[in-house]
């Protein structure tokens, strides 16, 4: 298992899972499913000021075209500069 900790002000972020079927319970194609601008903080970099590892977990909103993104363990992220973060869930 790879560990990534963040530098230079940076988040990693977790994207939220698209729906596979509607509120009606038709079963979507992977083309049609909607990406809500929702991920979920992973992890940290400890200079960030607004940001802290007590954060992890917090569901944050993003612009459409933000960060960088790459693959850990098998899971899509993204690393994100701490300013792209358009907002929070609390």
């Known amino acids: 298992m790879k560990l990534f900790k963040p530098a230079l002000r940076k988040i990693l972020v977790l994207p939220k899972e698209k729906e ?5 319970g038709i079963f979507l194609p992977e083309d049609v499913r909607s990406a809500e601008p929702i991920f979920t903080i992973v992890e940290v970099a400890e200079d960030c000021h607004f940001f802290t590892t007590e954060q992890i977990g917090l569901q944050v909103v993003l612009g ?10 098998d899971v899509d992220h993204i690393l994100i500069n701490e300013t792209d973060i358009l907002g929070y869930y609390v």
């Open 20 to 24: 596979e079927v509607s509120k009606g």
């Open 64 to 73: 459409k075209f933000t960060g960088h993104k790459f693959n850990i363990n």
